[in-house]
């Protein structure tokens, strides 16, 4: 069992930057950022691997979003900057526990963080 605990959400204008940040009870083999938003399917947004650091992005955030991992504190960050209204969504972090393929697919991942909202909007 892995509990995933988020935070960092906030409201902010284009351009600006915000670091979500996700904490992890347990061992994992990667943790993904998801993000859903209004009316639009959940997208994975980026990936980090806990057994080489290995990293993937989304095409739409490569180049703004910057994901790493602090083993000491088991936690996960994203680190978004350059942010603009189309990054609006619920963000979730999602554990992947049996480490089959990477970068894990929704399916993948049996343990989701609660979500917290992003709102980039001037």
């Known amino acids: 069992q892995v509990q995933l605990v988020e935070s960092g959400g906030g409201l902010v204008q284009p351009g600006d930057s915000l670091r979500l940040s996700c904490a992890a009870s347990g061992f994992t083999y990667a943790i993904g950022w998801f993000r859903q938003a209004p009316g639009k399917e959940r997208e994975g947004v980026s990936y980090?691997?806990?057994?080489?650091?290995?990293?993937y992005y989304a095409d739409s955030v490569t180049g703004r979003f910057t994901i790493s991992r602090d083993n000491t504190k088991n936690t996960v960050y994203l680190q978004m900057d350059s942010l603009k209204p189309e990054d609006t969504a619920v963000y979730y972090c999602a554990a992947d526990v049996r480490g089959r393929i990477f970068p894990p697919t929704e399916e993948e991942c049996d343990y989701w963080g609660q979500g917290t909202q992003v709102t980039v909007s001037s």
């Open positions: 980090i691997s806990s057994y080489d650091s290995g990293t």
